[in-house]
């Protein structure tokens, strides 16, 4: 039973800068594709960033490219999305999820990916 519970999210103004953290247990994958998605209300979930937990691949969003960045600590089992230049528009819950392998990961959508955390709330005011 994979577990993933995020933590680090906040109310920021625009500008600021937060780093969500996202905690695995229960893991059996060999390799995985790891992202953080956001979905702020009324709308639907997109995906923001993700990597290959084996060869350490980033795909990115053109919402995120330049601004935010992920990482993975395996020694904690720990990914990691830096926030910075946050804008109104990224007010959204956040959430981690993984999915086995590495392949396609750059391009699957976010219904393929298994297992999920309950999210973390970002909040940007202008």
């Known amino acids: 039973q994979v577990e993933l519970v995020e933590s680090g999210g906040g109310s920021v103004q625009t500008g600021g800068s937060l780093r969500l953290s996202c905690v695995a247990s229960g893991y059996s994958y060999s390799t995985a594709c790891m992202g953080w998605f956001r979905q702020a209300p009324g709308k639907e979930r997109e995906g923001v960033a993700r990597l290959n937990t084996g060869r350490l691949n980033t795909f990115y969003s053109e919402n995120a490219k330049g601004r935010f960045t992920i990482s993975l600590d395996k020694t904690k089992n720990t990914l990691y999305l830096q926030l910075n230049s946050l804008k109104p528009e990224d007010t959204a819950i956040y959430l981690c999820?993984?999915?086995?392998?590495?392949?396609?990961?750059?391009?699957?959508?976010?219904?393929?990916?298994?297992?999920w955390g309950q999210g973390t709330q970002v909040t940007v005011s202008s």
């Open positions: 999820a993984a999915r086995p392998g590495e392949y396609a990961c750059g391009a699957v959508s976010w219904t393929q990916f298994p297992d």
